[in-house]
């Protein structure tokens, strides 16, 4: 089993449109939760921290369920420029990071 | 903040060549560094853990002799691809992460694309 479990997609959604990824990660002693974005062609950049309470970014909020430990992007009034892959990444001991295959999202006008 | 280089950009050279990439940490100091892989349409794979003055820890796999890693100080990091083959040909991208900390997480640099000819 994966470290960390996302749905490929890809997620086809019309601007304006709500849409919400999850991720599953495996070590329930997992210490930190991140989303980041990757446009084609480029690096990998940090979206938000996910925090055990759920937080938020303007249209972005994260949230952490640890409890069935899995993480959560929700993406409100989507634009064209959300369009990437977003990859949930997951901090377990010893500095070492997991990184999920990453969800496509395609933003349609 | 938080800001990662990597150099060169793009290379492109002939079968047999070495090519070293650097990464740098320009405004932390960056006890860790990793360095990854991406062909095209492809997940981020993970090649190496470094660091700073231990060696490198390579996941299973990674030929440690053909991708040599040096991190010689908390803003430095080097990869050198020896005897590049076609194969090698990739999106070699590396990242850092500082200190300690509950919210630490990892920073990319931009990239360098490899095209072994």
């Known amino acids: 089993r994966k470290e960390v479990e996302q749905d490929p997609g890809p997620f086809n959604v019309p601007e304006g449109a709500t849409v919400a990824f999850n991720c599953t990660y495996s070590n329930s002693a997992s210490q930190s939760f991140f989303w980041y974005r990757q446009d084609c062609r480029k690096e990998p950049k940090l979206l938000m921290s996910?925090?055990?309470s759920g937080n938020e970014d303007g249209r972005f909020t994260a949230q952490l369920n640890r409890a069935s430990q899995y993480i959560s992007l929700l993406i409100r009034d989507s634009k064209l420029s959300d369009s990437a892959t977003y990859l949930c990444v997951v901090r377990g001991n010893f500095n070492k990071f997991y990184f999920g295959s990453g969800t496509k999202l395609n933003v349609k006008p | 903040g938080a800001v990662v280089s990597q150099h060169p950009s793009r290379v492109i050279c002939k079968s047999g060549t070495s090519v070293k990439i650097e990464c740098r940490s320009l405004d932390f100091q960056a006890t860790t560094m990793f360095w990854y892989r991406q062909f095209p349409k492809k997940s981020l794979m993970l090649m190496a853990t470094s660091n700073e003055g231990s060696k490198a820890t390579y996941e299973q796999g990674v030929e440690k002799d053909k991708f040599l890693i040096n991190h010689a100080s908390l803003t430095l990091s080097t990869l050198t691809v020896t005897s590049a083959h076609p194969e090698d040909s990739s999106f070699y991208i590396c990242?850092?992460?500082?200190?300690?900390?509950?919210?630490?997480?990892?920073?990319f640099g931009p990239g360098t694309r490899l095209t072994v000819l």
């Open positions: 996910v925090y055990s």
């Open positions: 990242s850092a992460s500082g200190a300690s900390g509950y919210t630490d997480t990892q920073y």
